[in-house]
């Protein structure tokens, strides 16, 4: 479960080209006719992931530790998902289907029966992609779940500082910061006026910028008058925007369902902030698709 990656399947159509790998489901490759590669090479140097999915937690637990009717579970910061081997279930010259259901392995760190489907499908100008959660136990299903699509920056050849993230609404509710990786208790003013955020690389010197009382469900990341990258997600309530700091050429940006524990919170994982339940036999999904644009409109 726990192995090394598989080659990767190839979808395509006429505007667009993806390859996406066993290990975690993972989008390892989006190439738009006339934009090229537009996801982050994956630099082990750097930071070794190109668009990692992030299952049954989002950002960390203290101590890296869930709790679970008062037993503790070894859990990784952002879950297991994006270190498991998926299968392949179905595959076409455009979409494909991977699948990951509980085993010993995922029970020794979740002690849930889950059954979790990843789709990535082709639509002409975008690609879309959906998790399909379903609870097969006899007891309710604790779970979070999310997306981590690192993208090239700079997109064009504009400079960094030239670049910036438009919300389809105005986004002028605090936003959360992280210490050690937990979510500090005081919300911090927004950085986006209106409905832009300038990006600079001292936004990130205090790791992500976390926004769970977000307005929009798309956001664009690119170059007015440039190359761009509209992302919709309508079924994730909270949004991440990350890079390493230090001024790596890529920027993430992250439909959640869920965030890293508050500090101080060592309860429960199913009375964590973000975590849905879902009962017996009940299955929920969630959306977001990555759109690509020669030229962003100017603001």
């Not at 990951?100 to 029966?113: E, H, I, N, Q, W």
């Not at 136990?137 to 500082?161: N, V």
């Not at 911090?188 to 690389?201: A, C, Q």
Request: aromatic share 10%.
């Amino acid at each position: 479960m726990f192995g090394e990656n598989l080659e990767a399947v190839t979808i395509r159509n006429d505007q667009l080209s993806a390859s996406i790998a066993a290990r975690g489901a993972e989008l390892v490759s989006l190439v738009c006719e006339g934009m090229g590669e537009l996801l982050w090479s994956a630099d082990p140097a750097v930071w070794p992931w190109h668009a990692p999915n992030l299952f049954p937690v989002v950002g960390g637990l203290a101590d890296d530790t869930l709790i679970h009717d008062g037993k503790r579970y070894p859990m990784p910061r952002h879950g297991f998902l994006r270190h498991s081997l998926c299968e392949v279930i179905s595959a076409t010259a455009d979409s494909c289907v991977l699948l990951l259901g509980d085993s010993d392995a995922t029970r020794a760190r979740y002690p849930f029966a889950f059954a979790l489907t990843v789709t990535y499908r082709l639509h002409r100008d975008r690609i879309s992609v959906s998790f399909e959660l379903h609870n097969p136990g006899s007891e309710p299903l604790f779970a979070s779940i999310g997306a981590h699509p690192a993208f090239r920056w700079p997109l064009g050849d504009a400079p960094r500082t030239a670049h910036r993230v438009w919300f389809e609404q105005a986004e002028p509710a605090p936003i959360r910061r992280l210490a050690d990786g937990l979510i500090e208790p005081q919300a911090v003013r927004s950085p986006v006026e209106g409905h832009e955020l300038l990006l600079e690389d001292k936004l990130f010197d205090s790791d992500a910028l976390i926004f769970d009382r977000l307005a929009s469900r798309r956001a664009t990341f690119g170059t007015p008058g440039g190359p761009a990258i509209e992302l919709s997600f309508p079924d994730f309530p909270d949004f991440g925007i990350w890079t390493k700091p230090g001024g790596a050429p890529f920027l993430c940006l992250e439909p959640w369902q869920g965030h890293a524990s508050p500090i101080g919170f060592t309860g429960e994982f199913r009375d964590k902030p973000g975590v849905v339940e879902l009962a017996p036999e009940a299955t929920r999904a969630w959306r977001y698709a990555i759109r690509p644009v020669t030229v962003m409109a100017e603001a």
